[in-house]
């Protein structure tokens, strides 16, 4: 019996502009917070499959990415301004070049605390973006799917 093997993933470098000429998303729901991403590699868009990775934003004071959980890990690395993370119940300070790991399943936020927009990188231990289901904190411990 003959394997079928799959192609390697190819080397991608997408030019500034990308971030410009594709759109970015943000939740329907105000409750989830206020923030937008712009995802820049994630299959099926780039042909990439081991890591999504993407830019998130949260505007001055009252920006903010909720309390929610997802399988994957994730790590954050913060671009600009500054903000407080909470991961499974525990809060720190970030500003422009921390980096910040997130296990799978943990819970965590983010809130912009700052004067500026808090702006990061991040990046999941999943081939595509469409794969990360986000599981929102609720009321009484409750999780609503993004």
Not at 61 to 70: E, N, S, V
Request: glycine letters at 8%; charged letters at 20%.
């Amino acid at each position: 019996m003959s394997k079928i093997q799959k192609k390697p993933p190819s080397p991608l470098i997408l030019p500034p502009s990308y971030a410009m000429i594709t759109p970015s998303e943000s939740f329907d729901d105000p409750a989830r917070g206020e923030v937008t991403w712009h995802t820049l590699i994630s299959a099926p868009n780039t042909e990439t499959s081991d890591l999504s990775v993407g830019i998130a934003s949260c505007p001055p004071k009252t920006g903010q990415l909720c309390a929610h959980r997802h399988d994957q890990a994730e790590v954050y690395h913060i671009l600009e301004g500054e903000g407080e993370i909470t991961i499974d119940g525990i809060s720190t300070d970030v500003i422009a070049g921390s980096t910040v790991f997130i296990p799978g399943n943990a819970e965590h936020k983010i809130v912009n605390r700052g004067n500026e927009w808090l702006r990061w990188f991040y990046v999941f231990a999943e081939g595509s973006f469409e794969n990360v289901i986000y599981r929102f904190s609720g009321q009484n411990g409750q999780e609503g799917q993004a």
